[in-house]
């Protein structure tokens, strides 16, 4: 019997209809008219790949999958149907108000996408402006209420606070409001001002006006009391959900499972090696059509790299990790490699340690960076 290797697919769409002010993710604006051709390209590199695998979950990201066209769309779910996938396996589409309609809804559902994620970040319509957000709070809603009547039964709302002028109670205000509309699962990030984004520019020239630490710091630790609240349990740094719904997909990263890429400037990470896909979407066409290598690099993970990936993004997970997990990977007992820094941090009341694994505390949560940097081997 044929034994296929099983892992988790990502699907790459870089354009988006406006560049919003905070994003540094490869994706872009005036491209629209390698749309198409992005399409057939990545069809292609789909039938090539990803036929080899049973494909475990699959994640449509981007870039503003939903800005495709309702026939791209169509085009994309079809070739994805001629994989082996797992039945009811977990597919996710990214959607963004302002580039969503009921027939694409359609067509998503049709094809198999069971679960889709919204990027909002705030209500306020003063705030969506500041951060350079195609869509008013009106939009966001109308979408949503759209995709319940469609039949998906699974949503994710994306959330954002320390955003620029965005004050405590207006966090609070984002978060209760979609808590009440009760998607499935709520991502809660924080602003991080990266480099070569609009807001990165600004904030060089002073001219950002970012929430202070303290204030930050309190939104993170009310948005887990308000959600809870609300009936959402957090179940990583960033990610709440009700009982049931935790991301499967997202998981597979955190747990340091296998997984494809595909489409420019994707990631895939299958037995230990990473291989990235170049970014430049035109060129990223032109090689998968004249049938040449679109590997920008390709790195075998040592074993310390794969030591500290699984404890970064492990201990990510409210769940933390497991030592018995760590031996069946590594061969070796997680107290050989980091006996003095767990130690250290349980001292400090930042690990815990129960039972089989080892997890951030609440204040832990609150320091992961400094309990991180601790395990860089
Ligand atoms: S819609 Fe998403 S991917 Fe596109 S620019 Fe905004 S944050 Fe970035």
Redesign the pocket.
């Known amino acids: 019997m044929e034994n296929k290797k099983e892992l988790s697919l990502y699907i790459h769409i870089p354009?988006?209809?406006?560049?919003?002010f905070?994003?540094?993710?490869p994706?872009y604006?005036s491209i629209d008219y390698l749309r198409e051709d992005y399409v057939k390209a990545l069809c292609k590199e789909i039938e090539e790949k990803a036929i080899d695998y049973k494909i475990k979950s699959i994640f449509i990201g981007?870039?503003?999958p939903s800005y495709l066209e309702t026939k791209e769309i169509a085009k994309l779910l079809k070739t994805i149907s001629k994989l082996d996938l797992e039945e009811g396996m977990e597919f996710t589409m990214?959607c963004?108000p302002g580039?969503l309609a009921e027939e694409k809804l359609k067509t998503m559902i049709e094809g198999g996408v069971n679960r889709i994620s919204m990027?909002l970040?705030a209500v306020q319509n003063s705030l969506l402006k500041d951060i350079?957000?195609?869509h008013t709070f009106k939009e966001f809603t109308e979408n949503f209420n759209l995709a319940r009547k469609v039949g998906f039964k699974n949503i994710n709302v994306d959330l954002m606070f320390g955003l620029p002028n965005q004050s405590f109670d207006e966090w609070k205000e984002s978060l209760e409001t979609i808590a009440d509309l009760n998607p499935e699962h709520i991502s809660a990030y924080s602003l991080i001002v990266e480099e070569g984004t609009a807001f990165y520019k600004l904030w060089e020239r002073n001219k950002l006006i970012l929430p202070t630490e303290e204030d930050e710091r309190r939104m993170y630790s009310e948005t887990k009391e308000i959600l809870k609240a609300k009936g959402y349990h957090q179940y990583e740094i960033s990610n709440y959900s009700k009982e049931g719904y935790e991301c499967y997909h997202n998981k597979v990263y955190w747990e340091s499972k296998n997984y494809l890429g595909v489409g420019s400037a994707s990631t895939s990470f299958i037995d230990g090696k990473r291989i990235k896909n170049i970014e430049n979407v035109k060129a990223y066409i032109d090689g998968i059509m004249e049938g040449k290598s679109i590997v920008l690099e390709e790195n075998e993970n040592s074993k310390e790299d794969n030591i500290e990936e699984f404890v970064f993004m492990g201990l990510r997970m409210i769940e933390g990790i497991s030592k018995e997990e760590f031996k069946r990977r590594f061969k070796s007992d997680i107290y050989e490699i980091y006996s003095k820094e767990i130690e250290k941090n349980i001292e400090n009341g930042l690990l815990l340690e129960v039972g089989d694994r080892l997890k951030l505390t609440e204040k832990g949560i609150e320091f992961s960076n400094l309990v991180m940097s601790d395990f860089i081997l």
């Open positions: 354009f988006c209809k406006q560049k919003c905070y994003c540094d993710f994706s604006a981007g870039g503003t990214e963004n580039a990027g970040q350079g957000r195609i």
